[in-house]
Nanobody, 128 residues
Framework: QLQLVESGGGLVQPGGSLTLSCAAS????????IGWFRQAPGKEREGVSC????????YYADSVKGRFTISRDNVKRKVYLQMTNLKPEDTAVYYC?????????????????????WGQGTQVTVSS
């Protein structure tokens, strides 16, 4: 069974840090671009950060540039999202998604694109 499983969410104070993980099971990530998305209550899904299959190209939403870092380890079949200087507006359910069909990280992070595989999400809450 092909699955993506996110982990690492939780409650953190403003200014704090978290690292999310996205683990693939049932398939290799080598040929897949991976994206991190988030959705807060009452808001549309947002493409946060995406990385190409090789890791050579990355994309960050303006709202997270300089604070979040995406990386991947294809041997471990994992993709990470390091989040620093977290703000209350970062509070959301974070999802990872995988797809092999798009050729740019900008397209991979388009919120309306229907990726081949999605994880179940992990909650991130930033609050004092």
């Amino acid at each position: 069974q092909l699955q993506l499983v996110e982990s690492g969410g939780g409650l953190v104070q403003p200014g704090g840090s978290l690292t999310l993980s996205c683990a693939a099971s049932g398939f290799t990530l080598d040929y897949y671009g991976i994206g991190w998305f988030r959705q807060a209550p009452g808001k549309e899904r947002e493409g946060v950060s995406c990385i190409s299959s090789s890791g050579g190209s990355t994309y960050y939403a303006d709202s997270v540039k300089g604070r979040f870092t995406i990386s991947r380890d294809n041997v471990k079949r994992k993709v990470y999202l390091q989040m620093t200087n977290l703000k209350p507006e970062d509070t959301a359910v974070y999802y990872c998604a995988a797809d092999w069909r798009v050729t740019t990280v900008q397209a991979l992070c388009a919120p309306g694109y229907e990726h081949a595989y999605w994880g179940q999400g992990t909650q991130v809450t930033v609050s004092s």
